[in-house]
């Protein structure tokens, strides 16, 4: 429901329109613009989706009286005084089964292994299509309403789980049951994680996925820790999801998997011995977790981090291969023998 006061020209305009936004400022040209469409962005995709289609009658129903609009006060967030109609125009858009040429990427692990799993179809994809904005997202340690603001945006979205007792991980199961609730139109998805002894959680996702109304594609398992030959294999996979999910033409072809032959792993990756002196220009950095050294000579191939890049090249989605935590663990190896 809303007023019009037609002295004034002013809508009140109930919850449409409206953000979960405090400022000290209360006019929307007082504010920082980025941030209040982000956050405008974020109240319509979690809330209002569901109801486009009746945001879309009501609002050319609205437009058809032909009435002035100076003002719209919400019933919460900012009052739209300059330009006001610019909202009004942006929930058309959004309600229009919005997207841009965006991928999200969301997932949940338990020993690290999804999180390579996904970190690696993410350079795949961009490997691919470098043009395309790629989130990656942790749903353990990210909040979920920016999460599924980012699933709104985008095109097409990856959900990754770990599998426990058959089944995927619970705060990726509550995940979907909002995504489903949500009803997204026009988005692709595929499912991808790791599994022990059966991979049933990457099935159920699938499954998930079906019912939500996204276009699936095939999905991706990997059996146990990824190692060098099935992070090459999630890299080509997100190279496939690039080419078949791209919004224009793409003249990048996709690397092939069985290009470099996998080796033993006992040969991919030297040993580092940890009881050794290290000298003035020791460029190493350890793990102040395991004690596991990163010596730039050797590299870590299982990661596709090559030999001779230094610590500051080396991406920031790395992990300690004996403790799989990340790069904020290590720091420069001290110049003496290590305990």
Known sequence: MMTYMTKDAVLFSNDAFGQHYCDE??????????ELFEQCLRYYSNILTPFSPLVTAKIKEVLSFNLPV?????????????NPVQIIEKYLEWAGDYQEDRI??????????????????????HEVDPGVAVKVFNVSRQDKNEILAN???????????????????????GMLEEIT?????QKKAAAFGSYGWNGGAVDRIHSRLVDAGFETTESQKTKWRPDGKALRECRAYGQMLAKKWALH??????????????????????????????????????????????????????QGVEPGTPWEQV?????????????????????????
């Open 25 to 34: 400022r209360l006019f929307n040209d007082e504010v920082d613009q980025a």
């Open 315 to 339: 991406p920031d989605h790395f992990l300690c291969p004996e403790c799989n935590l990340g790069k904020d663990v290590f720091a420069p190896h001290a110049k003496s023998e290590v305990a």
């Open 70 to 82: 100076d003002m719209i006060a919400t019933s919460h967030g900012i009052v739209w005084r300059e």
């Open 249 to 302: 033409e793409l003249n990048v072809t996709p690397m092939s998997v069985e290009s470099t032959p996998a080796e033993p792993l006992s040969a991919q990756v030297p040993e580092t011995p940890k009881n050794v002196a290290h000298g003035d220009d020791c460029q190493c950095m350890i793990c102040t977790v395991c004690n596991w050294v990163y010596d730039p000579a050797t590299g870590e191939p299982n």
């Open 181 to 185: 609730g949500l009803r997204f139109k």
């Open 104 to 125: 999200t990427i969301f997932y949940d692990t338990m020993s690290n292994n999804t999180r390579m799993m996904a970190d690696a179809i993410a350079q795949g994809i």
């Open 151 to 173: 699933v709104f945006r985008s095109k097409a979205v990856l959900v990754g789980s770990s599998t426990m007792n058959n089944v995927m991980m619970p705060k990726i199961a």
